[in-house]
C-alpha cells in the first residue's frame, strides 16, 4: 500500500518540537485525527469520511482561501514559541542558536504538512477501500486548494509570506522569518497593532482590535500645530530617543482621541502599537507592563476621556507608573492620555476652605490633598491644548472636509448651512463640523438618486 505522503506527514507533525503549540489548533488537530485514521487499517469507511469531513468543515470555517499552505503559514507567522519569544525580545541571547536550528528544522515539516493534497488522500482511501461500490462516494469528497493565489495581504505580512511561498525550503526563510519577529513581535503584536484591555471574572487580558479606526492624519484639519508637538514626540520614541507621556486636553470635539488614533494608523508599520486601557482598569497598570516590556515593539497605553472623581483612588496607579514605582519605567512605553479637563482629579472649594478651618472633621494637612490632585497632569512631560474654533476656525475645517470628499456646493450656502448646523447640534467643534460633513455628503448623494 502506497504510503509517500499520509505516513510522512503523520510523522512531520509527531515530530514538531519547537511549534509543536501547533498542535493545539483546532484544525491541525483535526488534521492528525484524519491522518490517524487513514493509517489504521482496522478503522471502517464510515469513520475515515467522518473524519475527513471533520478536517475540511474546520478548514472552510477557518481559511477563507482553503488553502491549508495558507492556513499554516498563519500559524507559523503568529505563533508564540521559545523562538519567536527569542527573536523578540530586547536582547537576544547567542546561546540559543540550537532553538533556531530546531525552529528551522520543524519548518521543513511544517513545508511538508502543507503539501498533502486531497488527491493524495482519495488516492489512499481507494487503496484502503477497493470496493467498487465505495469508489464513487470518495471521488465525491471535497476538495481544497492546494496553492493559493490569494494576494489580499497586509503590508507587514506580504514580504514574509512571499519568501515561504517562493522558497523550496521554508528552513531557508529563517533569517526573514528573524527579521519579521524582530521589528513585529509574535502572537497577538504580529497579528494586531491596537488593542483594548479587558477583564473577564476579575482577570485581566489583552484583546487585538480587528478593525481599528481607520481614521488618518490626512483626513485632519487644522490643529496642526498642537498635532505636530504629539507626531514629534512619537517619532522621538520610535526612534529609541527620550520620548514624555503627553496629555490632550480642551474641549470636547476638538480632535484629540482622534489625533491619537490617526498617529497610530501612520506609524504602525514602524512597530508603534497601542493598547487602550479603560479609566477603570488604570489599577493593573503594573500587570499591563509586565507583559508588555522586553518587547521590540513600541508601546503607547491610551487612556481616553481621562477625570477622576473625589473619591476615586486609581489615579494614584497612574501617577506610580508617570513618575515612581521601581518597574514603572521602561523605555518601550508611553502613555497618552485625553482629557476634557486641565485638572484631572475634581477639587472642591471645600478643600481650600480646610486650609484654615477649625472644623474637626476637615483634613489637618488638606493642603497635601490638594496638592496631590494638581500634581497629576504635572506628571506628564507634554500638556497640548486643544480649544474649541472660532467661527472663522470652524468654517476653514467644514470647507477642508469637505473638500477632501469632493463634495461640490458653493461656499456660501456651504458656510449658512454648517453655522446652523452648529446652532442646532453641538456648537462649534472639528468634530460637529465632521458631523455635518457626514449629513450633508449623505444629503447630496440621495439628491443625485
Known amino acids: 500500500m502506497e504510503h509517500s505522503k499520509i505516513s510522512p506527514t503523520l510523522l512531520a507533525l509527531d515530530s514538531l518540537a519547537i511549534y509543536r503549540g501547533l498542535l493545539k489548533d483546532s484544525l491541525i488537530s483535526k488534521l492528525k485525527e484524519l491522518l490517524i485514521s487513514l493509517n489504521e487499517t482496522n478503522d471502517g469507511l464510515r469513520e475515515v469520511i467522518n473524519s475527513y469531513h471533520e478536517f475540511y468543515f474546520e478548514l472552510a470555517k477557518k481559511s477563507t482561501t482553503m488553502s491549508l499552505e495558507d492556513y499554516l503559514l498563519d500559524l507559523i507567522i503568529f505563533d ?96 526573514d522569518l528573524k527579521k519579521f519577529h524582530r521589528h513585529y513581535g509574535c502572537g497577538l503584536f504580529a497579528r494586531y497593532f491596537a488593542f483594548v484591555w479587558e477583564r473577564i471574572d476579575g482577570s485581566g487580558y489583552i484583546r487585538g482590535i480587528e478593525s481599528p479606526d481607520p481614521i488618518t492624519l490626512d483626513e485632519l484639519v487644522e490643529y496642526q500645530t498642537e498635532r505636530s508637538r504629539v507626531i514629534e514626540n512619537t517619532v522621538q520614541f520610535l526612534k529609541g530617543f527620550p520620548a514624555n507621556n503627553v496629555l490632550l486636553y480642551g474641549d470636547r470635539g476638538s480632535g484629540k482621541s482622534s489625533t ?71 523605555p518601550n512605553i508611553l502613555i497618552y492620555a485625553t482629557s476634557n479637563r486641565r485638572h484631572l482629579v475634581k477639587e472642591y472649594f471645600q478643600e481650600r476652605a480646610g486650609l484654615q478651618s477649625n472644623n474637626r472633621d476637615e483634613e489637618v494637612h488638606a493642603g497635601d490633598t490638594m496638592q496631590e490632585k494638581l500634581s497629576l497632569a504635572d506628571r506628564f512631560g507634554i500638556n497640548v491644548v486643544f480649544t474649541s474654533p472660532n ?27 454648517a453655522l446652523q448646523w452648529a446652532l442646532w447640534y453641538n456648537g462649534r467643534s472639528a468634530r460637529t463640523a465632521r458631523q455635518f460633513v457626514d449629513w450633508l455628503e449623505g444629503q447630496l448623494n440621495l439628491n443625485d438618486l
Open 80 to 175: 508564540e514559541n521559545p523562538f519567536t519569544f527569542q527573536q523578540q525580545a530586547v536582547q537576544l541571547n547567542s546561546s540559543n542558536r540550537v532553538i533556531e536550528q530546531v525552529a528551522a528544522q520543524d519548518l521543513n515539516r511544517l513545508q511538508l504538512i502543507s503539501q498533502l493534497d486531497s488527491a493524495s488522500v482519495k488516492a489512499h482511501l481507494a487503496e484502503l477501500f477497493p470496493n467498487d461500490n465505495d469508489h464513487s462516494l470518495l471521488e465525491k469528497l471535497p476538495e481544497w486548494v492546494l496553492v493559493s493565489d490569494s494576494l489580499d495581504l497586509s503590508n507587514h505580512l506580504e514580504h514574509i509570506k512571499v519568501c515561504f511561498r517562493a522558497s523550496d525550503r521554508w528552513s531557508d526563510c529563517i533569517e
Open 260 to 330: 491619537v488614533k490617526a498617529i497610530l494608523n501612520e506609524y504602525h508599520n514602524q512597530g508603534l502599537r497601542m493598547l487602550e486601557i479603560p479609566k477603570a482598569y488604570l489599577a493593573d497598570f503594573p500587570l499591563i507592563i509586565r507583559q508588555l516590556k522586553n518587547r521590540t515593539q513600541r508601546f503607547i497605553l491610551y487612556v481616553d476621556d481621562l477625570v477622576f472623581g473625589d473619591n476615586e483612588e486609581n489615579y494614584t496607579s497612574l501617577k506610580a507608573v508617570l513618575e515612581g514605582g521601581l518597574e514603572s519605567k521602561t
Open 391 to 417: 467661527q472663522t476656525k470652524y468654517l476653514d475645517i467644514v470647507e477642508g472636509i469637505a473638500g477632501r470628499r469632493n463634495l461640490n456646493l458653493e461656499r456660501d450656502i456651504l458656510h449658512k448651512e
